[in-house]
């Protein structure tokens, strides 16, 4: 009989997340999807001057503050800023002081380091 690990006892959950904004910045919002085997919950919200990536993050953030436990989850989202963010550039944005490079070897503040 195979042991089981502790991603076998996790629920895995299935993270659905959006954002936009009309103009960049302006109004936006952003809505989630959370699925668990038959069950759903939806959620949704805004701001009136914020830019579509701000969106992107608080969208994917508010739905991980809704579990209710640790979860396995898959994260379905349709922006490369966010599927960037989670794999590679926070690593060396943390190493870095929440500074990037910019052009010409300038450094420059993450932008939404607060979300980040």
Not at 78 to 103: E, H, T, V
Request: glycine share 10%; hydrophobic share 35%.
């Amino acid at each position: 009989m195979k042991p089981q690990s502790d991603n076998d006892l996790m629920k895995q959950v299935t993270l659905i997340s959006d954002g936009a904004c009309v103009g960049n910045p302006g109004p936006g919002g952003w809505a989630y999807i959370l699925r668990y085997g038959r069950h759903s919950v939806e959620r949704s919200g805004g701001d009136s001057d914020t830019t579509n990536n701000r969106m992107e993050l608080t969208a994917t953030i508010e739905g991980l503050k809704a579990l209710k436990e640790p979860c396995e989850v898959l994260l379905i989202s349709d922006i490369r800023y966010l599927l960037n963010g989670i794999q590679s550039w926070r690593f060396k944005w943390r190493l870095n002081g929440w500074m990037r490079r910019a052009k010409k070897g300038q450094e420059r503040p993450v932008l939404n380091a607060d979300l980040w």
